[in-house]
């Protein structure tokens, strides 16, 4: 079952903050950050690990709630180069997670 | 070091014609996957792999067919393309499942 993520668009001024949220139904392991610019592949952003590591992106920051099953994106001070398509992915726990499951995206538009 | 290559960049197919996508990479990474991506779904898993010679079933693995014959190449088959098998298609590989996936550019496929 995908990640159900929110909101899924924003428009924003330069310089303004955003957040982005990614809720899971299922017990979860890591939840990875993608942006995606049109017509470009996923880049990686950000991943958390159970139990708090994070791995990632030193302009963009991120939480991970284990119990609620929710993570949350935080872009501060945004610029024009963070327009483009946000995906959360998770990885259930458990033995055998090989795979993400993603959000639908959350379309992040920075403008002038 | 190319990184995750896809062949081909776009296709155009009939319906019922038969095509092989071919990912490649060179980052000697054990897990590879394959995606399909639609306008408003995200990224939706459609078969992956833990290793040479292993192959496992995704969220979407219908009318798709994989290999993994050597460790560097990943194959998605589509045996009798159908109009509802219009997407692009992104692989993506990674050395362990809670490390960044790295995409190839995409491929555009087209159903008539």
């Known amino acids: 079952q995908q990640p159900v993520q929110s909101p899924q668009a924003v428009i924003l001024r330069e310089g303004e903050d955003a957040v982005i949220n990614c809720s899971s139904s299922k017990a979860l392991y890591s939840v990875h950050w993608y942006r995606q610019k049109h017509g470009e592949a996923p880049v990686f952003l950000m991943i958390l690990l159970k139990g708090g590591e994070q791995k990632g992106h030193d302009k963009i920051s991120a939480s991970f709630n284990e119990k609620k099953q929710q993570s949350s994106l935080y872009l501060t001070a945004s610029q024009l180069s963070y327009s483009g398509t946000y995906f959360c992915g998770t990885e259930p726990s458990g033995a055998g997670s090989y795979q993400l499951t993603f959000g639908k995206g959350t379309k992040l538009s920075v403008i002038p | 070091n190319a990184g995750v290559t896809q062949t081909p960049k776009f296709r155009v197919l009939k319906t019922g014609q038969s095509m092989t996508l071919l990912c490649a990479q060179d980052m000697n990474h054990e897990y590879m996957y394959w995606y399909r991506q639609d306008p408003g779904m995200g990224l939706r898993l459609i078969h992956y792999s833990v290793g040479e010679g292993t192959t496992a079933k995704g969220e979407v693995p219908d009318g798709y067919n994989v290999s993994r014959l050597k460790k560097q190449n990943f194959l998605l088959g589509l045996e009798s393309a159908a109009p509802s098998q219009t997407s692009v298609y992104f692989c993506?590989?990674?050395?362990?499942?809670?490390?960044?996936?790295?995409f190839g550019p995409g491929t555009r496929l087209l159903v008539l």
């Open positions: 993506a590989s990674t050395p362990r499942p809670q490390e960044t996936q790295y």
